[in-house]
């Protein structure tokens, strides 16, 4: 039974011959389907290390063919318009129209079941507001900034060019200069992709500390401070953690670092380059803080912020002491959820690593209120957010903007292959090959960029006038409302516990999120003690 596909194969030979006497061009091409088939199974029944194909030869490449094509058929063909893989095809579809300028009004209703357990919704206002415009800007920078910058609430998320193609990145940079709003470079630095439209910049540095190293990778202040004060780069983030896979290093094979690439990060071209799992310019919270000021004043006084997925509780409550401590807090933290994608993480990483967005915004915005620090940063969020909902509901925990990073790759073509890995991008989005990426076509995804910003912006600025408010800003926990129970609903703010000015300045805290960790923090260490 298993080498029946082999021997109806094998039989078209002959098949294809005694047709070529009535019909010669059929015959000819059944008889090469057979030749062809039948080298084929062969050459699967002897090879040593797939032992399906030894089995069952030819027929298994069936298999193999549906399990390369299994994502696409998931996502077109079994899901739900709400299964989510990691995106639902109606987060997906609500990204394309906005990125092609299609209105997105829905006929007959939701399609949510409104009283499941876990709905959530905005509270609107019998008073709506009417306003103006809908360029929501939110000022970063600190009393000791210099060059404060007033961003979009809205940006791209950090994806380095590596892992994005370089039309990718051009498209990315073009729109977001469209758009008004800025573009996170990711930790593979500043590429001549990034400078050739001239978008606003937020040059992200990760362990790496790609395009301001030494030959022998450690941090190199005068490298730093001659890119960081270029008009292009905006702001400064230090990246210590990713949702995708926090506390998780990474190697570029020698293989991947073309010219341009090695540019970009200031490596040898053709050699691996590592981005270890720690950073080697601290190894203390105030350490930490200190670096934050070398780059400030580096840049000219530019906002510097950090990037982390929050872990351990205390080894963010030392940061927040240390902080305290030195007076120096970064202008903008930026809090990452382990939703969070990336190109390439382990599984393990990617599902049972680090703490989801909504708690680790939570942990953080009530650490600086209750130290009273939280009027001198900003914190933006980013993992999974792809709709004015998204936002809206990042506000009323307390962010001050949100960043995007697969939401803007699926407005210039993405599909979510889950191919990204693999350099076999069918978009284009995430590969290295020329033959891929001339599909992504840079002067006609740019504006799908701009538009997808600004119709997301449209929408946001609709819900901030349905609950009579001027600016996202105003949202607050009481205006989000979560179904806890069949029978139960209730606000965010009466949900959790919230702390206010001064509660982590007592002789003892009592909120049960701090209580467990606080008093075992310290400011030059990481680890937890007593």
């Known amino acids: 039974m298993r080498y029946i596909p082999v021997v109806l194969v094998f039989l078209l030979i002959p098949g294809g011959v005694l047709l070529a006497f009535y019909h010669p061009a059929w015959g000819a091409v059944v008889g090469a389907v057979g030749l062809v088939g039948t080298v084929v199974a062969f050459a699967d029944y002897l090879q040593p290390t797939r032992s399906v194909l030894r089995n069952y030869p030819l027929s298994a490449r069936l298999r193999y063919l549906l399990e390369d094509f299994r994502p696409e058929i998931r996502q077109y063909f079994v899901e739900s318009d709400h299964d989510e893989t990691p995106y639902s095809r109606e987060q997906r579809a609500l990204v394309y129209r906005r990125a092609k300028g299609i209105e997105g009004l829905r006929p007959f209703g939701t399609l949510r079941d409104v009283n499941e357990v876990g709905h959530e919704w905005i509270n609107h206002s019998m008073a709506p507001t009417r306003l103006e415009g809908g360029d929501f800007r939110v000022t970063v920078g600190g009393p000791d900034c210099k060059q404060p910058y007033s961003a979009s ?46 978008g606003d910049l937020i040059w992200q540095i990760g362990s790496g500390y790609f395009g301001c190293r030494t030959e022998e990778g450690r941090f190199d202040p005068e490298v730093f401070a001659e890119k960081a004060q270029d008009d292009q780069v905006k702001m400064i983030e230090i990246k210590l953690s ?64 950090i990037k982390l997925c929050v872990g351990h509780p205390w080894e963010w409550f030392a940061v927040a002491k240390a902080m305290r401590e030195t007076g120096i807090v970064p202008d903008f933290i930026t809090i990452d959820g382990s939703e969070g994608g990336t190109g390439a993480a382990p599984v393990e990483f990617a599902d049972h690593r680090g703490a989801p967005l909504h708690e680790g915004l939570m942990l953080v915005h009530n650490t600086l209120v209750g130290l009273g620090l939280r009027d001198r940063t900003r914190l933006i969020v980013s993992g999974k957010l792809v709709s004015a909902f998204d936002i809206c509901r990042m506000f009323t925990l307390g962010a001050d903007g949100c960043n995007m ?57 609709e819900a901030v006038e349905s609950s009579g408010l001027s600016h996202p800003a105003d949202l607050t926990p009481h205006h989000l409302m979560i179904r806890v129970n069949t029978r139960d609903v209730r606000s965010a703010a009466s949900q959790y516990e919230w702390l206010t000015p001064g509660d982590l300045e007592g002789a003892q805290v009592h909120h049960p999120a701090f209580a467990k960790y606080w008093d075992g923090a310290k400011t030059d260490t990481f680890a937890f003690g007593s």
């Not at 995430?430 to 997301?456: I, S, W």
């Open 405 to 461: 990073a697969r939401g803007f790759m699926f407005a210039i073509g993405c599909i979510q292959a889950q191919a990204c890995h693999t350099g076999k991008c069918p978009t284009g989005v995430t590969t290295q090959d020329p033959g891929r990426y001339r599909a992504l076509v840079v002067d006609q995804k740019y504006r799908r960029v701009a538009n997808f910003h600004a119709n997301t912006m449209h929408a946001l600025k």
């Open 153 to 198: 609430v809205l940006n791209i998320s950090g994806m380095s060019y590596g892992a994005l193609s370089p039309n990718a990145i051009e498209a990315l940079n073009w729109g977001a200069r469209e758009g008004g709003f800025a573009h996170t470079t990711g930790e593979g630095s500043i590429s001549r992709f990034h400078r050739k439209h001239g």
């Open 242 to 305: 990713q949702g995708a896979k926090p506390g998780h290093g990474g190697i570029l094979p020698g293989a991947k670092v073309t010219e341009a690439i090695a540019e970009a990060r200031g490596v040898p071209e053709g050699q691996a380059c590592n981005s270890p799992a720690a950073h080697s310019e601290f190894s203390t919270p105030v350490g930490l803080c200190d670096f934050v000021q070398r780059l400030r004043d580096g840049s000219g006084g530019k906002p510097v912020g």
